[in-house]
C-alpha cells in the first residue's frame, strides 16, 4: 500500500523558517521523481519544488532562493526548507512521488503551513 504522509506544518511568522517532511512507503522511493505542491485558498494547485531520482532539483520562480528540495532514499523520506517565509505562502503543501511516463502519480493528504504578518 502506497502511503506518503507530510508533517512539519504550522504556524510560523514571516520571515521564519519551517521544514515539511513526507515519508513514503509502498514503492521503490528512490526510482520516483519527488515533488511539493502547494494550494493556497481559493488559487489552484501549483507546483513549488521537485527533485529527480538523480537528485537533480526545479524551483517554481516564487521560491527560488527561499526553498530546497532535498531527499534521503535512505530513509524514504522528501524534504521541503522553507526558509523567509511570506504571509502569500500560506498553503496546504502535498508531498507528491511520480513516475508519470509509467503512468504512476501518488499524492499525500498535506499539511497546513500558515505564515503570519
Known amino acids: 500500500q502506497v502511503q506518503l504522509v507530510e508533517s512539519g506544518g504550522g504556524l510560523v511568522q514571516a520571515g521564519g523558517p519551517l521544514r515539511l517532511s513526507c515519508a513514503a512507503s509502498?514503492?521503490?522511493?528512490?526510482?520516483?521523481?519527488l515533488a511539493w505542491y502547494r494550494r493556497a485558498p481559493g488559487k489552484q494547485r501549483e507546483l513549488v519544488a521537485e527533485?529527480?531520482?538523480?537528485?537533480?532539483?526545479n524551483y517554481a520562480d516564487f521560491v527560488k532562493g527561499r526553498f530546497t528540495i532535498s531527499r534521503d532514499n535512505a530513509k524514504n523520506t522528501v524534504y521541503l526548507q522553507m526558509n523567509g517565509l511570506k504571509p502569500e505562502d500560506t498553503a496546504v503543501y502535498y508531498c507528491?512521488?511520480?513516475?508519470?511516463?509509467?503512468?504512476?502519480?501518488?499524492w499525500g493528504q498535506g499539511t497546513q503551513v500558515t505564515v503570519s504578518s
Open positions: 507528491n512521488a511520480n513516475r508519470r511516463n509509467f503512468g504512476f502519480d501518488y
Open positions: 509502498g514503492f521503490i522511493f528512490s526510482a520516483y521523481q
Open positions: 527533485i529527480t531520482s538523480g537528485g537533480s532539483t
